[in-house]
């Protein structure tokens, strides 16, 4: 009954194939084979790329679940499907555990906000053919209302039989948030669950869940064998990254005891690093080219790391609030 993977993502937009057309150029994907058949009011595209399937859903009906969707939220994830050994019994423990069913036939729960859970069969999951840019999905960040987020876990670890890997506690200037993260048994799916600690200003959290109306996920971590070519790739092919201070990677390499990627590469693409007991961990956000500037994807490769150093958290906090206080000029 235990939660293995995560199979695909159902993403929810305004225009299927024009978003279809945007990550195939921008990011590499591939469409499927085999396209979903059309159905009246609904567009689909399906796309992969190593073992990551997107779900991409339009609809030109304003009364259809997606428009209603994208109309509140904007863009964005609707649902997460996860793949399970007894899909079932993964639903009837969630149930147990206080999970509010929405399609018991389809195996959908509600999961953080409008961002559903489904159980479906292991064998839904597919595997990278190699050669690709990206592998995997590494973890969904999740951004949840102030004062959700210990519940949240407690979700995760009852319903899902998940447990907490790691928390951090971040302030950036007169800002504050608090994290935690949280994982399946097989390693395989992490959800990055943040909310704002609304006693301090109010910064790139609230604003996401203002512009987004409630809970959701905020981006996608890609993760990649070679940053440095997948960033390399991706900027030749229009994707813009976050800017990162130069003085960030001054003495960056004393301070970590070397690095694996060489600091003037780190420098030159502006890519994050840090470490655990494990070993070391590559980070970069892409711009965010959503209307509302709530969804974004970032781009990861492991070197041994098997959970989260804490410098980067605070670093990519700090990125997206430059990014953040820059549209508003």
Known sequence: MSIQTITHVEYHCA???????????RFGFLPDADQPAWR??????????????????????????VARYVERHGEGVAALA????????????????????????????AGFGDTALRFVPLQDAAAGTGGELLEALDHAAICLPAGQLAQAVRFC??????????????????????????????????????????????????TFLADHDGAGVQHLALRTADIATAVRTARSRGVEFLAT????????????????IPVETLRELDVLVDQDHGGQLFQIFARSTHPRRTFFLEVIERQGAGTFGTANIKALYEAVERQRAAATV
């Open 15 to 25: 225009d299927a194939a024009r978003t279809a057309t945007d990550l195939q150029t």
């Open 40 to 65: 009246p009011g609904l567009r689909a595209v399906h796309l992969h790329q190593g073992t990551i399937r997107l779900r991409l859903r339009s609809s030109e009906n304003t009364d259809h679940p």
């Open 82 to 109: 996860l793949g399970c050994t007894d899909p079932q019994a993964a639903l009837e423990r969630a149930e147990r555990h206080g999970a509010v069913v929405l399609d018991r036939a389809g195996g959908l729960i």
């Open 157 to 206: 670890e009852a319903a899902l039989g998940f447990h907490r890997i790691f928390g951090e506690y971040i302030e950036v200037g007169e800002q504050a948030m608090d994290s935690s993260v949280v994982q399946s048994l097989s390693g395989d799916v992490t959800f990055t669950l943040i909310e704002p600690d609304t006693s301090r200003q109010a910064g790139q959290i609230d």
């Open 245 to 260: 201070p130069g003085t960030y990677y001054d003495g960056l390499a004393e301070r970590l005891g070397g690095t694996a």
